[in-house]
């Protein structure tokens, strides 16, 4: 199965993925290139979570991540009259 890369800008994640998750390193990230099921392995292999869990918290991660993004854009002209 090929590996999917996280949604939206890795260059713009990257700090964010730092404060989540503390114990993976910024070199750690250089190597990733935003690739999720690689990121979700240095996550497990730092933490005593299980595989279950770290899934949950990076799908959440994209999820809030998405939402800034869209709640950043402006309006596309729906509004009040």
Same mark, same amino acid.
Do not use: C
């Given at each position: 199965?090929?590996?999917?890369?996280?949604?939206?800008?890795?260059?713009?994640?990257k700090?964010a993925v730092?404060?989540?998750?503390?114990s993976?390193s910024?070199?750690?990230?250089?190597?990733?290139a935003?690739? $999720?099921?690689?990121?979700?392995?240095v996550?497990?292999?730092?933490?005593?979570?299980?595989?279950?869990?770290?899934?949950?918290?990076v799908?959440?991660?994209e999820l809030r991540?998405l $939402?800034?993004g869209?709640a950043? $854009?402006?309006?596309?002209?729906?509004?009040?009259d």
């Amino acid at each position: 199965m090929p590996d999917r890369s996280l949604r939206g800008s890795w260059m713009q994640m990257k700090s964010a993925v730092l404060d989540q998750w503390p114990s993976v390193s910024a070199e750690d990230l250089a190597s990733l290139a935003g690739q $999720r099921e690689e990121l979700m392995r240095v996550i497990k292999s730092r933490s005593n979570k299980s595989y279950g869990e770290i899934e949950r918290e990076v799908a959440e991660f994209e999820l809030r991540d998405l $939402r800034a993004g869209y709640a950043s $854009r402006p309006a596309l002209g729906i509004g009040r009259d």
